[in-house]
């Protein structure tokens, strides 16, 4: 159980375009999700909460006009990165957390390798 | 805001040998995870504890709040538990813990036959 799938797993576009990441749970119901990413060689690093029907929450230093949260339901936030420029290259991963089970249980999608070339 | 320090950040261990690898957090926590890196990126849970110790084949995860320090363990090492092992926390007291984490730089392990 508590599994989270990500879509792509991998993406390439040209500088300038859109790119959406989907994160689903796929057998449970997940009112939060976190949005983390990951440049070469770095930590893992939050960039924002997301809480379903509501406005994500940003972390310090990043653009919520550039990445665009999206939590409609109880099963899928999606991340989209606009205006993607070279320096946005990194891997994101999502996580979930299950309103059934305890409050600090996270669920880690396989997350999306993002080249903006 | 939580800070994470691991040690070691590299260790190569031959096949069959005991592993530790340790955690140190700056602020009282509720609870830790401890993560698995392979090289393709995806992460996989290992552990989320908030006392003692837990136990799952041969990993053995186990933490001390009063010292902010929590170790993990891998018994009889293998090549595939060659990965990065990562310790998080939650990002600050604030949300009670319910918030997004924050991780540690990361063990880069290998496992030589």
């Known amino acids: 159980g508590a599994v989270v799938s990500q879509h792509p797993s991998w993406v390439i576009c040209k500088s300038g375009t859109s790119v959406k990441i989907e994160c689903r749970s796929l057998d449970f119901q997940a009112t939060t999700m976190f949005w983390y990413r990951q440049f070469p060689k770095q930590s893992l690093m939050l960039m924002a909460t997301s809480n379903e029907g509501s406005k994500a929450t940003y972390e310090q230093g990043v653009e919520k006009d550039k990445f665009l949260i999206n939590h409609a339901s109880l099963t899928l936030s999606t991340l989209t990165v606009t205006s993607a420029h070279p320096e946005d290259s990194s891997f994101y991963i999502c996580?979930?957390?299950?309103?059934?089970?305890?409050?600090?249980?996270?669920?880690f999608g396989p997350g999306t390798r993002l080249t903006v070339t | 805001k939580n800070e994470v320090e691991q040690s070691p950040q590299n260790l190569t261990a031959q096949e069959g040998e005991f592993i530790t690898i340790n955690c140190s957090y700056s602020?009282?926590?509720?609870?830790l995870h401890w993560l698995q890196q392979h090289p393709g990126g995806g992460i996989v849970s290992l552990f989320m504890l908030s006392s003692g110790k837990k136990k799952h084949g041969r990993l053995i995860a186990t933490i001390n709040i009063q010292e902010k320090h929590s170790s993990l363990h891998i018994t009889a090492s293998h090549p595939r538990d060659s990965a990065v092992y990562i310790c998080?926390?939650?990002?600050?007291?604030?949300?009670?813990?319910?918030?997004?984490?924050?991780f540690g730089k990361g063990t880069h392990l290998i496992i030589q036959p």
């Open positions: 996580s979930a957390r299950d309103a059934g089970q305890g409050p600090y249980e996270q669920y």
């Open positions: 998080a926390v939650p990002l600050s007291l604030s949300g009670g813990g319910a918030d997004g984490l924050t």
């Open positions: 602020v009282g926590i509720s609870a």
